[in-house]
């Protein structure tokens, strides 16, 4: 059975950082994209970040790009993300997800979802 199960969220003020971390059981994720999404009250869920976990590449929404870092530690079978320079705007849920195949971007290409942890940025 896979179990996805991030960690990590919390409150911070804008301008801060937080490490969002994603541990992962049930199977070899060796051939699985591994995602972060987030979805904020009202809103779509949105694609954040990936990796592949076999290559390392790694691909971002324009929205993080230079604030975000996705990782992944095979050893611990864990990912994580790393956050900086937060904005109020990047407040919402954030699931850990993985898929087989598929466009990074969809929603629909990712198999398995964790059931967040939030991160609110705000004074």
């Known amino acids: 059975q896979v179990q996805l199960v991030e960690s990590g969220g919390g409150l911070v003020q804008p301008g801060g950082s937080l490490r969002l971390s994603c541990a992962a059981s049930?199977?070899?994720?060796?051939?699985?994209?591994m995602g972060w999404f987030r979805q904020a009250p009202g809103k779509e869920r949105e694609f954040v970040a990936a990796?592949?976990?076999?290559?390392?590449?790694?691909y971002y929404a324009d929205s993080v790009k230079g604030r975000f870092t996705i990782s992944r530690d095979n050893a611990k079978n864990t990912v994580a993300l790393q956050m900086s320079s937060l904005k109020p705007e990047d407040t919402a849920l954030y699931y850990c997800?993985?898929?087989?195949?598929?466009?990074?971007?969809?929603?629909?290409?990712?198999?398995?979802w964790g059931r967040g942890t939030q991160v609110t940025v705000s004074l």
């Open positions: 997800t993985a898929g087989e195949n598929g466009l990074i971007q969809t929603p629909r290409t990712y198999d398995y």
């Open positions: 049930g199977r070899t994720f060796s051939r699985y994209i």
């Open positions: 990796i592949i976990w076999s290559s390392s590449n790694t």
